[in-house]
């Protein structure tokens, strides 16, 4: 059973606009929440995390927000440059070592 | 550069073939796991060492035998594989969970065919 899902498989977005990449969860026990960005040929690399006590984190160009009430995590990318284009990953943990991952969302971002 | 270095980048296997997959790391992680990962789908958990014990086995066929030999390295022994075997497997490394949250990170991986 998928207890983190991405229902966005894909998102185009103009340069130089947001671009917003959705994340929901089920598992209230989970306390961190982390995304990853994957190009082909390269594992996943990570972005930017947050942890349950708060509901945002900024760095740079991209804040990940998190809505626990409604187990949803949302990563924005402002100004969307072409070099983000590749897919994303959302993922959450709980102690135990073990991270589950979203099914990803394939951005591309057109110059 | 990735912090995490796995060799080989791409290995081509018969079924009846022994080879093993390896996994480098110097951040002083002392957790370190493997992932499969298939097209067009998430990474998949496999195994995870913690403090170089295996702490998880997510039921993984027994063709598949991780090995951690010391607190840096992690290897990924593969014997008798099936054709569905076929898939990018991930390493990556972290500090324990419960010890202050910490990202995993990943290394590139190895693309396995098995023919």
């Known amino acids: 059973d998928q207890q983190v899902k991405q229902n966005s498989p894909s998102l185009s977005v103009q340069e130089g606009r947001i671009s917003i990449l959705n994340c929901d969860y089920t598992?209230?026990?989970?306390?961190?929440f982390l995304w990853y960005k994957k190009y082909p040929a390269e594992g996943p690399t990570f972005l930017i995390s947050?942890?349950?006590?708060?509901d945002k984190n900024e760095d740079g160009r991209f804040t990940v927000f998190l809505n626990k009430s409604a187990k949803h995590l949302s990563l924005h990318i402002v100004p969307s440059q072409p070099g983000d284009s590749a897919v994303y990953f959302c993922?959450?943990?709980?102690?135990?070592?073990?991270?589950?991952f979203g099914t990803g969302t394939s951005l591309t971002v057109i110059p | 550069d990735t912090e995490v270095t796995q060799t080989p980048k791409h290995l081509v296997m018969g079924m009846t073939n022994k080879k093993s997959l390896k996994c480098e790391q110097h951040?002083?992680?002392?957790?370190m796991y493997w992932y499969k990962q298939k097209a067009k789908k998430p990474p998949e958990l496999m195994f995870v060492?913690?403090?170089?014990?295996?702490?998880i086995n997510e039921s993984v066929p027994s063709r598949f035998s991780p090995e951690c030999p010391n607190s840096s390295l992690l290897n990924l022994h593969l014997h008798a594989l099936q054709p569905e075997d076929s898939a990018l497997y991930l390493c990556?490394?972290?500090?324990?969970?419960?010890?202050?949250?910490?990202?995993?990170?990943f290394g590139d991986g190895t693309r396995l065919s098995i023919l």
């Open positions: 060492y913690s403090y170089e014990k295996l702490s």
């Open positions: 993922a959450a943990s709980n102690t135990g070592n073990q991270f589950y």
């Open positions: 951040m002083g992680h002392r957790a």
């Open positions: 947050i942890s349950s006590i708060k």
């Open positions: 598992n209230s026990m989970f306390d961190y």
């Open positions: 990556a490394s972290s500090t324990p969970t419960g010890e202050d949250s910490q990202p995993q990170h």
